[in-house]
């Protein structure tokens, strides 16, 4: 069956990023002039994907409101004749997908987040696409997952390796064997061990590829770490009954889940936006030059 359908949990209280996010969706900061969730739309888009649902939480209208036309908006800058801009303004309404929205009462974990999906999904395989983590390849990591599946009809999450003493921040597979280059059987799937005990620095990213049995697991599973319904945990469950493999991704990837990746993130960015980079380099050239200046050792007296 083909896969069409893709689910962005964006219900998070984006708590990282206070006071920004007291009123502003997490997913709506910009890097440089575009909002995060831009990105994981246009990666869906360019991966054959169709359909979207996004699970939002309170306070994250702005989501909705981006992806939505902008009438008064769109005239004013007709009036204008400002043309490049009005251009702008309409990609992010005519996406190319088709968008829905459901809202989490209370933050409840991923699990519960990817559950609340059950209707929308059916008995489709389906795509999981965390905000957090923005993607840079050939080819979009999300059609990557897509085109495992279309030879191997099991679910199939996205991995790559992170330094050891990081491994407690992620979900983290044991690795049973490598299949093929890039591809591994999973003997279990751990979510944020400990560094002593994480059974390889395999640590699953933002993408997921999942069959519809997960629902049946999704709705019974109980709380794990944070007393929350865990989506690695259901996974775990699921490799008993099903196969699922672990695809290991060789391109760039950017964390905007926390102050310094955001700010790393809008630099790289940065430095390919045609509006900035050209001031953008030199400018940072002029910083590392006097970044070192700063901190150059005195010479020692004699």
């Known amino acids: 069956m083909k896969v069409r359908k893709a689910v962005i949990p964006a219900a998070g209280l984006g708590t990282r990023f206070l006071p920004a996010t007291k009123a502003l969706a997490k997913e709506m900061l910009p890097i440089v002039d575009k909002p995060t969730i831009q990105f994981i739309v246009e990666e869906a888009k360019a991966s054959g994907i169709e359909d979207i649902l996004i699970v939002e939480g309170k306070?994250?209208?702005?989501?909705e409101d981006h992806f939505d036309s902008a009438p008064e908006l769109e005239q004013n800058l007709?009036?204008?004749?400002?043309d490049k801009l009005l251009k702008l303004v309409h990609e992010t309404t005519d996406i190319g997908v088709n968008l829905f929205f459901a809202r989490q009462p209370h933050p409840n974990g991923l699990g519960d987040a990817v559950r609340l999906a059950k209707s929308f999904i059916a008995d489709e395989p389906f795509v999981v696409?965390?905000?957090?983590?923005?993607?840079q390849d050939r080819v979009p990591l999300t059609k990557q997952l897509i085109d495992e599946y279309d030879?191997?009809?099991a679910s199939i999450l996205?991995?790559?390796r992170v330094p050891h003493q990081e491994v407690s921040a992620y979900g983290v597979i044991d690795p049973e064997s490598e299949?093929?280059?890039g591809l591994f059987n999973v003997k279990k799937f751990v979510e944020k061990p400990a560094v002593k005990d994480a059974p390889s620095d395999l640590a699953i990213i933002g993408r997921y590829l999942l069959t519809p049995e997960i629902f049946t697991i999704l709705d019974q599973q109980k709380p794990g770490k944070g007393?929350?319904?865990q989506l690695t945990d259901a996974i775990d469950t699921l490799n008993q009954t099903q196969r699922v493999f672990a695809h290991e991704f060789k391109g760039e990837r950017f964390d905007v889940g926390n102050k310094f990746g955001f700010v790393q993130t809008t630099i790289e960015y940065g430095l390919t936006h045609p509006e900035v980079k050209d001031q953008l380099r030199p400018y940072l050239?002029?910083?590392a030059d006097q970044l070192r200046a700063e901190t150059k050792p005195a010479p020692k007296t004699k």
Request: aromatic share 0%; net charge positive.
């Open 227 to 229: 007393n929350e319904v």
């Open 59 to 63: 306070q994250k209208r702005s989501i």
């Open 285 to 287: 050239l002029q910083l």
């Open 151 to 153: 030879r191997t009809h």
């Open 78 to 82: 007709e009036a204008k004749n400002k």
């Open 158 to 160: 996205a991995v790559k």
């Open 179 to 181: 299949v093929e280059p």
């Open 129 to 135: 696409m965390l905000g957090d983590d923005l993607m």
